[in-house]
């Protein structure tokens, strides 16, 4: 309507789709997901009806003939069947001696009716044999059907006699997909493997946070601070490296320093200590060195915000604390810190919803190890939906921790709105167009 | 307590800001330091406080070399030009900070700093953060911080730069009041002339980083050493004729202005002087008559203030209680008063 | 006709010495061309290889890319992974392509085209086979009062349970007693999950799978747990062996620096090439798996096998199919058995001069493939596995007790896979 | 912001020079070991190396079998990584705008929607962004990961933006209105130019992540033809058959390297990532 | 092009601002919109230049009717308090900007920069940036950015409150010229009576969002209609003396001051009364004598400043030429020159 109302809309679009299409359609496909029995057996985008021996297994205690017929290949040649043949267009002699000499016979699997086409006359080749096989396919055993529907019409074409609750009854245990199921909370509540993981998750979040990404970050920002300005520019450079450098090469160095052979090892191998793994000698030392990984990141984020907020303090009131006559930790304790207060909310908000999310460094450091001391909330629902030894990938179970995290998440972050007096970070336009 | 600055230099890095500035405030004295902006009045204040340490020289607070102490033991009272309050404490915080830093037991301190507030009148403000008063009281805040912890030395950098006319007048006396009862010694810092010839002792102007010259006001009005001295201090501005000299007469070639010059000038004929008159002293009971073309006229109020441009070019500003006979473009004839006229030479050196 | 594509096939867990997993597609495209063109048909096959040296990622991509419909046309992977794959339609029954009864097909051993089939269709062509021995270093067996007859008597003592997982862990206690190997290099296992472990889940008595439904035996469970926590408890395993950098691994078992330890029958090509252990069999000595408590020796074959996915054209996927037939020939897929010390898939290969001139392959084939297990074709195997290594993990770790672990794992296996799990 | 703060000479420094300078030391360490480790060969346990070497290095013109070409790699990082912060500078400077100063619907219900989110761990959302990027076709493909990625980033730069379009004077943008120019004209050619800095730090910051982004590209664009840096790394990490810490610190260095000479270059913008800030 | 605000109201959500504000400016003249700070005053203008819409009412630009066009296509010239230049852009490129944005070819652009930049003469800064500029500079480049798209219209939001004094009269003049010369509208906003008393054709006081008085500064200054008007017009600011009527004299309960009323006043006996005394009219020469204790005294250069405390505390403010006569403590008689005073009523309405 009015010109920057219109302009607005257009500027904020891009940002309204990437955010539309990969934040709030992953979310709410994950909030569905988690709501199914999805795994790497049942696929993604839906199943099919499979008539195998093994789906049928439950089936057979309570149809017993159904099942035996069911999962019975049966490759009856008759005139159908060479009518078919005859409509392929292959050499007419195959069909000719199919019905001269096999009219009548019926082979109990697929390979049986195969090596008898194969030694017709006119040898047809693989491809011929398995298209006319496929004519003489008498049973629906390992067939695979699309729809239900499918599943039904051949059944009845097949002359199977069901009643329709038999024919549900067999969809539903022959279906290959997925189907909707609450378990994947219930396992989540009563698995004391989450309760243990939920715990380290909230540890982890509670010391890197504390220990490095506000408190440790407040020190650097303001011993930086006192510095001369090369000294300090190269000291903000040291402690920014852990975050410009990529992750991979950073764990790798971590790794390098607490490895068997790595130079910790080296080092106390030269006081006489047995070389060994300090990183995953055990669980604490895996904690100390997940948080020491996590923490030496994290601090810069704290050091740059801080640092970038002491700097847009007025000189004016150092140079008037000191007139004043405070010492400097006079000046810390009541100019800078209470001045600090918006920079260490935000900075809290920020960093608690990143490491609730974040699990890079501790998959390349420990991988959650050992055991499962150091797996975090989402390093498990990463392993859980994607990544595992046994390529077991649980999709629907992930996305249900997934989902516990976006609830967590939502939370934390509508508490920290109100904590930071949202009302006040949307003035009104001045310029009323 | 007497400030002596002792051949006093600053630079910083290669820029020389100050180079060997000798300068005395007598105990109780208020001397005003003004120049130009970007001269070093600032420098030379951080330095006494103790914020910037001194490339040379020595300061003295009394008969003690402070040069290298810092300032937290100085005991100065600072008012920075932008009042440096502290956002985030309270009035009665701010007040009361640098007793607080010397652990005083904050009954005492609340004491102290209700009797402080209530001299600068803003007793009833406590409890307010600084963003949430006007400009004069964020500044009587200052004020009052600066003197609280009953410092030695007042130091007051362009106190009053940003209130309007009324606000300033009242600040003025207040701050000269509290300066006068107590006994401070202080520099105040300021690039407005009234309010350093209105509330100062002695007046020290500054360029470049160089003291030109130290007087009262009255003396540094009425016998500026110096052009720009002249040109700095007087509102409206003076103007400035140049001519030559010509047998004791200052004269300007084309145009027909003859000043006398006074006695005491001793200029050889033909050397190049400069006139400086006063709009004050440009009106029509003056002894030597100019007449030109009003071309610029102005009410202030109670006064009215008109530029003349005389023949052959110059211009001589004139002001006057308000008058209605003049419009722009009347021809005047107005004359200055010769007494009161300065004359410098070519360096700008009055003679 | 003249026909231009692209196959594209990876495979998992392959490094180096295993190249011929890859290679041998391009080798087939090779001889299919040429096949092509004596019969008039212009065919022109450009082979993509890919190789992921490990095998969470490779599953990964694989099960992402054939949900996409991007998936490789050939996957080289674990034939476990037939069962889930099969059921979701990420794999075509290779059956419907290549006709079983012809040669190599027809020559590929028996058990092997089982491992391959799920629910009695046949989707994949086992492209290797191995199996996972004990290892024992000799000098230390014999510093420990092994002679060389008792030490050639081994593997069949062994087999015939009469040297067990116990005397196992008394032999390594005894080299770390006598300082020929550091405390926890006694007995040194693999150091991250793996089918191995199942092979001590089957020492000690317990079954995998039965008429096509998943078994946890919770005693042989415990006893299988119970033996990593006493050799832990020993000290002739480490506590935090699990997950220690890999290259450690293989330097430390290839130098004696460990005593006894497991692996797999391509282990000896690595220990052999890269980690430079010239003398293997004056060194090391191979017997199957020991038995333990309730259970009998095994070991553990984990064949791979070329699996045709779907989303393809037919056409395609019919040159696809034709090529693993091509490269499960004898000799080519002997380049791969000798290179990587894995067993051949056939019997023919056996009789190709390259495999019957390479001891290991010879005698690993005799000692080891007869008593070859398999994990199951299951598609909730994979379920099952992840919380029986977990339970591995707590208890090894000391995380949990060995009961506690074990009734952990039952409540989740009961959670998780409810009535397709018997439990017993 | 008339006067920056910077201390004065009145504390001493070099007891927090040196107390920094002792915690900074692992880091310290680890970086020239990573550089010393490349170029050296030593025996396994000696900490001084012994002999100088090339051979770690010998990737650069060797591509090891079944690997990508190393340049190959990093010309797909190059431009995943530029074109991640191109998208994220382009949308989150449009979009912060809006929030910052246009008077549009819901303005306020969206900016709360941003904050919260940052709060969405997108990458244990992955399966489902697999989905939606199957959906519209770019999965395994660079530019699929580029879009996730900057959506990823887009949080934090729309906070950013909005905090330092927050702190441009309104003055400027009402003298050009009144000066004729239209609003969209007024952004480009007056508000932007003022929030440079914020843009060079949105820049550096997003450059960086995305340069070492490691699972996304992992997951989302798995096939050879658009592997980067990272995944090129962590597969060379985990392959246990040809291990050697010397190439990968050499990998490493190579691509540590660019993101050092960028920061080298821009590290000041970095100060000023509180530039506006939410509020004083 | 005339300015018509008609009925104009603007509130900001809750807060009324202005309400029904009326307010005429002819065809090329300049009026200042004077007030105290919070009085609507930039309000009134951001409303004329369209940044505001207005809650009530209509603006006229000659007969149009603006109320609802946008900025864009208003042909308005603002000069903002603190300038608003472009940092990023050269003073050139600052000034040709509303042009730019017209589309007009470089080559043109350049001719009417070059041409309006030597208006406001400061054609040799073309290639700076203003933040390489002093005051004075900048606020000629807003000036020039203002006036070269000739608009129709100029308003001046406080333009000179952050020069020094000597720099500030120069500035004066000038917009005073250029306005004068190309016949525009104009307004100007600002705090300081003494700027819009020299600069403007008429004045109109604000309090509170309404005008109170719209006048020739003259009249303002002679003739205020209210309390409010005097105490705001005028520096050093006027003194109030709070007394009663009886028979026709202003006197003080408890001081001897007997003022007489003009005859023109109409004040019945007993009514509480205001006297409005400037400093200009309480000096020797006046005729209603009255003496008190000076309680402060001020040289201003030229110019000094008295407080004088009268028995009963009430305060009068004398200024008068410089005089050396008279110290703090001194008992003097001055006059008040009853023919210059103001009476207001109880609510400060001029009788
Ligand atoms: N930290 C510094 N580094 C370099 N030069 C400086 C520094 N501080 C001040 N200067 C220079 O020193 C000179 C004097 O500065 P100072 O602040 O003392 O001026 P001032 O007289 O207070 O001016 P103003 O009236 O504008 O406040 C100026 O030219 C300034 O540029
Ligand atoms: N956006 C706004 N929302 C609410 N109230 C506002 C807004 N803008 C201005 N006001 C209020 O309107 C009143 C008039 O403001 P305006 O800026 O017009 O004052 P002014 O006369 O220009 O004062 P000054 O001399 O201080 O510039 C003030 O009380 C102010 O608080
Ligand atoms: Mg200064
Ligand atoms: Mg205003």
Not at chain 1, 216 to 230: E, G, K, R
Not at chain 1, 301 to 317: D, E, H, N, Y
Not at chain 2, 232 to 242: C, D, K, R, S, V
Request: proline fraction near 5%.
């Amino acid at each position: 309507m009015r010109s920057s109302r219109t302009l607005g809309l257009i500027m904020i679009a891009p940002a309204a789709i990437m955010i539309v299409l990969f934040f709030l359609m992953p979310v709410v496909l994950t909030a569905v997901f988690s709501f199914t029995n999805m795994t790497t057996a049942t696929g993604i985008s839906g199943g099919a009806y499979q008539i195998a021996p093994n789906s049928l297994i439950a089936l057979k205690d309570e149809m017993p003939e159904v099942v035996q017929q069911l999962t019975e290949p049966r490759y009856a040649i008759d005139e159908e069947g060479i009518k078919g043949v005859e409509g392929l267009a292959l050499e007419p002699g195959i069909a000719r001696e199919l019905r001269e000499k096999h009219l009548g016979e019926v082979f109990s699997s697929r390979r049986e009716a195969e090596r008898m086409i194969k030694d017709l006359t006119d040898r047809p080749s693989t491809r011929d044999v398995k298209q006319i096989s496929e004519q003489f396919n008498r049973s629906v055993a390992n067939l695979r059907f699309s729809s239900k529907e499918d599943l039904f019409a051949s059944l009845d074409k097949f002359g199977f006699k069901m009643t329709p609750e038999e024919k549900e009854g067999l969809a539903s245990a022959t279906y290959t997909g997925w189907s909707w199921t609450t378990e994947n909370f219930s396992r989540i509540a009563s698995s004391p493997d989450m309760a243990q993981i939920l715990f380290n998750t909230l540890l982890y979040v509670a010391l890197v946070l504390v220990l490095f990404n506000t408190c440790y970050a407040m020190l650097l920002a303001i011993w930086t601070h006192y510095m001369p300005n090369v000294q300090a520019t190269i000291f903000r450079s040291v402690w920014l490296l852990p975050r410009i450098t990529p992750v991979v090469i950073y764990v790798l160095m971590w790794k390098w320093l607490a490895w068997d052979t790595g130079f910790i090892s080296t080092f106390m191998g030269k006081f006489g200590y047995a070389p060994k793994n300090y990183l995953l000698d055990n669980a604490y030392n895996a904690w100390l060195f997940v948080v020491l990984i996590n923490g030496f990141i994290g601090a810069s984020m704290g050091m740059l915000v801080f640092s970038s907020a002491l700097k847009a303090i007025p000189k004016s009131q150092f140079f008037a604390s000191e007139v004043d006559g405070a010492s400097r930790w006079q000046q810390i304790r009541y100019i800078i810190l209470p001045q600090m207060r918006w920079p260490i909310l935000f900075v809290t908000c920020y960093q608690t919803l990143s490491l609730l999310a974040s699990f890079n460094e501790i998959l390349l450091s420990t991988r959650g190890g050992p055991g499962k001391a150091t797996e975090v909330w989402s390093l498990a629902a990463y392993h859980t939906a994607l990544n595992n030894y046994a390529g077991n990938l649980e999709y629907g179970l992930g996305a249900a921790m997934a989902l516990v995290l976006v609830i967590i998440g939502i939370i934390l972050s509508l508490a920290y709105l109100r904590v930071f007096n949202y009302a006040t970070l949307v003035a009104r336009p001045l310029i009323e167009d | 307590m007497r400030i002596l600055l002792d051949n006093f230099s600053k630079s910083f890095g290669a820029t020389k800001v100050i180079e060997n500035m000798n300068l005395e405030v007598a105990h109780g004295e208020m001397l005003a330091l003004l120049g130009p902006s970007g001269c070093g009045k600032s420098t030379t204040l951080f330095a006494i406080c103790g914020i910037h340490r001194p490339t040379g020289g020595r300061i003295l607070f009394g008969d003690r070399d402070v040069t290298d102490l810092p300032s937290q033991v100085r005991n100065v009272g600072v008012v920075f030009q932008s009042y440096a309050l502290y956002p985030h404490m309270t009035v009665a915080e701010n007040i009361g900070f640098p007793l607080k830093v010397k652990a005083i037991p904050s009954a005492d301190i609340r004491k102290e700093v209700d009797r402080i507030a209530a001299l600068v009148q803003i007793g009833n403000l406590m409890g307010r953060r600084p963003s949430e008063l006007s400009g004069g009281q964020q500044q009587r805040v200052a004020l009052a911080r600066a003197l609280i912890r009953k410092p030695d030395v007042l130091l007051l950098d362009e106190p009053l730069a940003n209130l309007d006319a009324k606000l300033r007048l009242e600040m003025r006396s207040e701050i000269r009041r509290i300066q006068r009862e107590t006994g401070i010694t202080a520099i105040l810092v300021t690039h407005d002339q009234v309010e350093a010839m209105s509330m100062c002792d002695r007046i020290a102007i500054m360029k470049e980083g160089e003291i030109i010259q130290i007087a009262t006001p009255a003396e540094m009005y009425n016998d500026p050493r110096t052009a720009f001295v002249a040109g700095f201090l007087g509102n409206p501005p003076i103007t400035f004729l140049h001519g030559v000299a010509a047998k004791g007469v200052f004269s300007i070639p084309g145009s027909e202005i003859k000043v006398p010059l006074p006695a005491c000038v001793d200029a050889s004929d033909g050397a190049k002087l400069t006139l400086g008159v006063r709009p004050e002293h440009y009106n029509p009971t003056g002894d030597v008559p100019v007449t030109g073309v009003v071309n610029f006229a102005e009410t202030q109020g109670r006064e009215n203030l008109y530029d003349v441009r005389i023949a052959g070019g110059p211009l001589l500003r004139s002001i006057q209680p308000v008058r209605h006979d003049i419009k722009i473009g009347d021809e005047v004839t107005w004359a200055i008063d010769s007494r009161n006229v300065f004359i410098f030479d070519e360096n700008g050196r009055r003679l | 006709f003249a026909k231009e594509l692209t196959v594209t096939v990876w495979a998992g867990g392959t490094g180096p010495n295993d190249v011929y997993r890859l290679d041998a597609i391009e080798i087939a495209a090779e001889q299919l061309q040429r096949e092509a063109a004596i019969k008039g048909e212009e065919l022109k096959i450009k082979v993509e290889k890919k190789a992921y040296s490990g095998w969470e990622d490779f599953k990964q991509a694989m099960t992402l890319a054939a949900e996409a419909k991007t998936a490789p046309n050939i996957v080289v992977t674990g034939h476990e992974d037939i069962g889930p794959w099969a059921q979701s339609g990420l794999v075509v029954p290779i059956e419907d392509y290549v006709d079983l009864d012809s040669w190599p097909l027809n020559n590929i051993y028996e058990n092997l085209m089982d491992i391959a089939s799920f629910s009695g269709t046949v989707y994949g062509i086992p492209q290797d086979a191995e199996s996972r021995p004990m290892f024992f270093w000799k000098p230390h067996m014999k510093a420990i009062g092994y002679n060389d007859a008792d030490l050639d008597a081994l593997p069949q003592k062994v087999q015939d349970g009469s040297y067990t997982m116990k005397n196992l862990l008394e032999d390594a206690k005894k080299m770390q007693d006598k300082g020929l190997v550091q405390p926890g290099y006694g007995f040194y296992p693999r150091y991250t999950n793996g089918p191995d472990f199942w092979q001590f889940y089957t020492s000690f008595g317990g079954t995998m799978e039965q008429d096509g439904k998943l078994v946890f035996d919770k005693a042989a469970m415990q006893r299988a747990y119970q033996f990593f926590a006493d050799a832990v408890k020993d000290g002739v395993t480490k506590k935090n062996h699990i997950g220690m950098p890999a290259d450690q691994w293989w330097k430390e078992v290839a130098s004696g620096k460990a005593g006894i330890w497991h692996g797999g029958t391509w282990h000896y090509a690595r220990y052999v090439n890269q980690e430079g252990l010239k003398d293997f069999f004056g060194n090391v000595i191979f017997t199957l798996i020991p038995a333990g408590e309730g259970g009998k020796a095994n070991t553990l074959t984990h064949p791979l096998v070329y699996l045709l996915t779907s989303g393809h054209d037919k056409d395609d996927t019919e040159i696809a199919a034709q090529l693993i037939k091509i490269a499960s020939e004898p000799r080519i897929n002997v380049l791969h058995a000798v290179k990587s010390a894995h067993l051949g898939i056939s019997k023919s290969e056996t009789e190709i001069e390259l495999y019957s001139s390479d001891r290991w392959t010879r005698e690993a084939t005799e000692r080891l493939l007869p008593y070859a297990n398999a994990m199951p074709n299951n598609a909730d195997f994979g379920t099952y596995w992840n919380i029986m290594w977990k339970g591995l993990e707590a208890s090894w770790t000391g995380a949990k007790s060995v009961d506690a672990a074990v009734n952990d794992v039952e409540g989740e296996l009961k959670g998780t896979l409810g009535d397709k799990i018997i439990i017993r | 912001m008339a006067e920056k703060s910077q201390p004065s000479a009145n504390y001493r420094t070099w007891p927090v020079i040196l107390a920094l300078a002792i915690v900074s030391l692992p880091l310290v360490l680890m970086y020239a070991y990573l550089f010393i480790d490349t170029v050296t060969d030593k025996q396994p346990a000696a900490l001084m190396p012994d002999t100088l070497t090339l051979r770690h290095w010998t990737f650069l013109w060797q591509t090891p079998p079944g690997r990508p070409n190393i340049w190959l790699v990093t010309l797909n990082t190059l431009i995943f990584t530029a074109s991640t912060t191109a998208v994220v500078l382009l949308v989150s400077s449009m979009a912060g705008y809006v929030l910052s100063r246009l008077n549009v619907p819901a303005r306020g219900f969206f900016l709360a929607g941003v904050m919260v989110l940052h709060a969405f761990p997108s990458v244990t959302l992955i399966i489902a962004i697999f989905i939606v990027l199957q959906m519209v076709g770019l999965y395994n493909s660079l530019i699929g990961v580029i879009l996730v990625k900057a959506a990823i980033d887009l949080p934090l730069g729309i906070w950013l933006m909005k905090g330092f379009y927050d702190s441009v004077p309104w003055e400027i943008e009402m003298a050009g209105v009144v000066d004729g120019a239209s609003r969209f004209r007024v952004w480009r050619s007056l508000v932007l130019p003022q929030v440079r800095p914020a843009i060079m730090a949105l820049a550096l910051f997003s450059f960086l992540s995305s340069w070492g982004e490691f699972i996304l590209p992992q997951v989302l664009a798995p096939g050879g033809q658009v592997q980067v840096l990272s995944v090129y790394l962590s597969g060379l990490i985990a392959d246990d058959n040809n291990f050697d810490f010397g190439t990968f610190k050499a990998v490493g260095v190579f691509y540590v390297i660019p993101v050092l000479l960028l920061y080298g270059f821009f590290h000041k913008y970095l100060m000023n990532i509180y530039g506006g800030g939410s509020k004083g």
